[in-house]
């Protein structure tokens, strides 16, 4: 391997550039050969992939908790299917049955009619890029 290239052999007993006696008494008989820089920086990337993942994990466990026993709910929209994305404790709150789905009308439909303008005004624009 030269000038830090990756080598690919497909066959050992064929290759000049490899000795035949290294080889011969072994099952080998291909070969891929990468610079000793590319695997470090491919380890050390797979090694903040995992930790990243399990601090998310950790995260959304926490937030689970906090949730459960804080008696809160969260909610996200998607303006795609034009649906609320609420867990089954969110919809409890409203008094929504767990596999119901739930749109953006339905919430609004729900609010006290004093405050229904000023929620869709907020909405709007904290929805507004």
């Given at each position: 391997?030269?000038?830090?290239?990756?080598?690919?052999?497909?066959?050992?007993?064929?290759?000049?550039?490899?000795?035949k006696e290294a080889y011969a008494p072994?099952?080998?008989r291909s070969l891929v050969m990468v610079p000793i820089d590319f695997v470090v920086q491919t380890v050390g990337l797979l090694v903040h992939r995992a930790r990243a993942a399990s601090a998310?994990?950790?995260?959304?466990?926490?937030?689970?908790?906090?949730?459960?026993?804080?008696?809160?709910?969260f909610w996200d929209v998607d303006f795609v299917?034009?649906?609320?994305?609420?867990?089954?404790?969110?919809?409890?709150?409203?008094?929504?049955?767990?596999?119901?789905?739930?749109?953006?009308?339905?919430?609004?439909?729900?609010?006290?009619?004093?405050?229904?303008?000023a929620m869709i005004e907020a909405f709007t624009a904290a929805a507004d890029p």
């Open positions: 391997m030269r000038h830090g290239e990756t080598v690919a052999i497909r066959d050992v007993r064929l290759d000049p550039r490899i000795p072994t099952f080998v998310i994990r950790i995260s959304e466990e926490r937030l689970r908790l906090a949730v459960d026993h804080a008696d809160v709910g299917q034009n649906t609320l994305v609420w867990p089954s404790q969110t919809k409890a709150m409203f008094g929504v049955s767990a596999d119901v789905p739930v749109t953006l009308q339905d919430f609004y439909d729900g609010l006290h009619p004093e405050d229904r303008d």
